[in-house]
């Protein structure tokens, strides 16, 4: 008979060590990475921002540049985070058998999950700080108040991180998160209003994005950095937590299953 653990995880210090661990090991590979992150944002807003930003003129009452720019930020953090959630967390867990050694210490299954968390969350900051960055030098956004997002891109790559680790725990191999990407990830990089308003869909579509976190992620991002009124702020912290929190718990479930039993 199968038998699961289902307590409530308890955070510990040990999270910390698990995310130093990651972060010792990303800074061989800095360099690319940092090249990826700057890369990227620079030809989306180049090609898009400024190329098709040119015969758009403005949408939602700004230029299109910084339009697509406020939203490229959120929809970064989703990506970065989903991709080190399964990809990364995946290699660790069965080839590398990281976690085995791991669990060798005073580390348990709580602490890894929860470090592997606040890694996927540090790293969706990352990439979202960058395109912010980038945004600025094109002068997509100016002023040093839309700083003030950083604390919320952290929220983001936190919310899409659970998701990703419990793919992470459900997978038997790396095509398995072709689903994910194919048909959590690009929808909603496509329909969450990155591109183009949400009001602009059909009202049963609507709908249904707004269940969808980077809809509330975008929404509290856009007006921050484009120094408009912020609206219903409170409603979209909470559902941005909520997923994290949620997802978090499905996580460790699914990984003390996994690894344990």
Avoid at 4 to 25: C, E, K, M
Wanted: proline share 5%; charged share 10%.
């Amino acid at each position: 008979m199968e038998l699961t653990d289902y307590s409530i995880p308890q955070v510990r210090h040990g999270a910390l060590a698990v995310w130093r661990r990651n972060a010792l090991v990303w800074r061989k590979l800095i360099g690319p990475s940092l090249m990826i992150n700057f890369g990227e944002p620079f030809l989306y807003l180049l090609g898009m921002g400024y190329g098709l930003g040119r015969f758009i003129g403005e949408m939602a009452g700004m230029p299109y540049l910084s339009f697509l720019a406020s939203g490229l930020v959120a929809s970064s953090a989703m990506t970065t985070a989903s991709f080190e959630g399964m990809y990364s967390v995946h290699t660790r867990m069965v080839p590398q058998k990281t976690y085995d050694a791991m669990l060798a210490t005073p580390i348990d299954i709580d602490d890894i999950v929860a470090g592997e968390m606040l890694w996927c969350a540090t790293k969706g900051l990352i990439a979202g700080t960058a395109i912010l960055l980038v945004s600025m030098l094109f002068g997509a956004i100016s002023g040093f108040t839309a700083l003030a997002v950083i604390p919320i891109i952290f929220l983001v790559g936190l919310c899409f991180a659970g998701p990703a680790l419990v793919m992470s725990a459900l997978s038997p191999n790396y095509e398995f998160f072709a689903y994910y990407f194919t048909l959590i990830v690009t929808p909603m990089f496509i329909l969450c209003g990155v591109f183009y308003p949400v009001t602009t869909m059909p009202e049963a579509v609507q709908s249904i994005i707004q269940f969808l976190p980077l809809t509330h992620a975008i929404a509290l991002i856009r007006p921050i950095v484009t120094d408009l009124k912020t609206t219903n702020a409170l409603s979209h912290l909470l559902v941005l937590a909520t997923y994290a929190f949620v997802t978090f718990y499905i996580a460790v479930v699914l990984i003390r299953r996994r690894l344990f039993y």
